[in-house]
């Protein structure tokens, strides 16, 4: 299957013999049309056919089946090559992130600042603050999802910093340059909420937030950590994530399976996070240029791009997000009760039963603001309202013509509305 030229272009090569390149990329053209030029070829001179030869002995062994065999070998072959890629990219990009600033309306956005987080972990975050900092309000923080990093909150941080709040947005564990530790388990709830909790002594002067925001894993995080520690927070704004309680329920229903599926399917290990990354990030761009109803600029979405490709280990670190959900690490994924996911995953890898981990959340009383895209293409519209025994003082507001990206899509009405509520009474009407 391997041309006689010691020079093998490893995409040409998984196109004509394997398949795997061709379905993906071939689908969407458009997001990759450097593909082929942008990896440079794979030379056995180099040493890696000897690599080659131990992936490849490894994988027979391990498998009776010849085209899963070759399958892994492609796979193997393709991260190393996309490796070697992405540390061209880390080398071109290191020393012009560090303290690099992105111009809002009015105040500047900087990042490269660093914290510490739980287990060792460095959490880079950015962050704009007013211009007079000497009359800050308070400070609010906003996390942010999947395949995202701190850059999703570009339209929010001026607007915050603007109305007296220093605004801070920090790259998740494992996303961006924050650290990326090893292992599913470092992915779950209880690890992300103690990077947040540890994160809010050290930006906050009072050791308090005035307001803690999130979107997509972001708003499971700051579910979990309004639960969790409810004196860190003054209020609590969500973005299009569901009350894991509420989220529990819509996985027992065939509609939320349905929309979920990809939930399942990153439970495959490596293959994920490589078809993320083929063909220099063809289907992120892909989902950046589409999901979204206001389209991004180009620069925006190359943004996003650097953001992975420049910080080798973040796609997988991404997917294990997924992964440890599908394991029970997080409330409303795995937890007693929810039943479906976890059953159907237990019996698929023949999993034992884990321990049991309490099922119910705490009551958040603080104000809950849930702002959901009706048009969310991941979630149904249904699991918007959180149950109101959990979240008694809430506010759902629903945008009809916006999608899961809904601070994207309508950046303006959703400043006003975080602003509002940073402004509100302590119950909400």
Not at 32 to 56: C, E, K, V, W, Y
Not at 330 to 353: D, F, H, I, K, Y
Not at 378 to 384: C, M, N, V
Not at 398 to 411: E, G, I, N, Q, S
Request: glycine content about 8%; charged content about 20%.
């Amino acid at each position: 299957a391997f041309p006689a030229s010691p020079d093998i272009s490893l995409m040409g090569w998984l196109s004509k013999s394997v398949g795997l390149y061709s379905p993906v990329v071939r689908a969407v053209p458009r997001f990759a049309p450097a593909a082929h030029a942008s990896l440079r070829p794979l030379r056995f001179r180099d040493g890696i056919g000897r690599q080659l030869t131990t992936i490849t002995g490894a994988s027979r062994r391990g498998s009776t089946q010849p085209a899963l065999a070759l399958a892994a070998t492609a796979v193997a072959l393709y991260r190393i090559v996309a490796a070697r890629r992405r540390a061209d990219v880390a080398a071109a990009a290191a020393g012009a992130s560090a303290g690099a600033g992105v111009a809002g309306e009015e105040l500047a956005i900087t990042s490269g600042h660093f914290a510490a987080g739980g287990e060792g972990v460095r959490i880079h975050y950015a962050e704009c603050r007013p211009l007079n900092q000497a009359e800050e309000k308070g400070t609010v923080m906003l996390l942010h999802g999947f395949p995202d990093y701190h850059g999703s909150w570009r339209a929010q941080l001026p607007a915050l910093a603007a109305a007296g709040y220093r605004a801070v947005a920090p790259d998740l564990r494992g996303f961006g340059r924050s650290s990326k530790p090893e292992g599913v388990a470092s992915y779950g709830e209880r690890a992300l909420v103690e990077d947040i909790a540890r994160l809010v002594e050290q930006v906050s002067a009072t050791g308090r937030l005035s307001m803690l925001v999130g979107h997509d894993w972001g708003a499971f995080v700051a579910w979990a950590a309004a639960a969790e520690y409810p004196q860190l927070f003054e209020r609590l704004a969500i973005l299009n994530v569901p009350h894991p309680t509420r989220f529990a329920e819509g996985l027992l229903t065939w509609q939320q399976l349905s929309k979920s599926w990809y939930i399942f399917a990153f439970q495959t290990p490596l293959l994920p996070e490589t078809l993320l990354e083929l063909a220099d990030f063809a289907l992120l761009r892909r989902m950046l240029s589409t999901d979204p109803d206001a389209p991004m600029p180009p620069e925006v979405i190359e943004e996003h791009v650097r953001a992975f490709a420049a910080n080798p280990g973040a796609m997988a670190a991404a997917v294990n997000y997924y992964r440890a959900g599908g394991r029970g690490l997080w409330s409303g994924m795995g937890s007693a009760g929810v039943g479906a996911m976890q059953v159907a995953l237990r019996a698929l890898t023949r999993t034992p039963e884990p321990p049991q981990r309490q099922s119910e959340r705490g009551e958040i009383v603080i104000p809950v603001q849930v702002l959901w895209g009706d048009r969310d293409r991941y979630l149904g519209r249904e699991l918007a309202e959180p149950p109101r025994e959990l979240v008694p003082n809430q506010r759902p507001t629903r945008f009809l013509d916006a999608t899961h990206w809904v601070h994207w899509d309508r950046p303006q009405e959703v400043n006003e509305e975080l602003l509002a509520l940073l402004q509100a009474e302590t119950n909400l009407p």
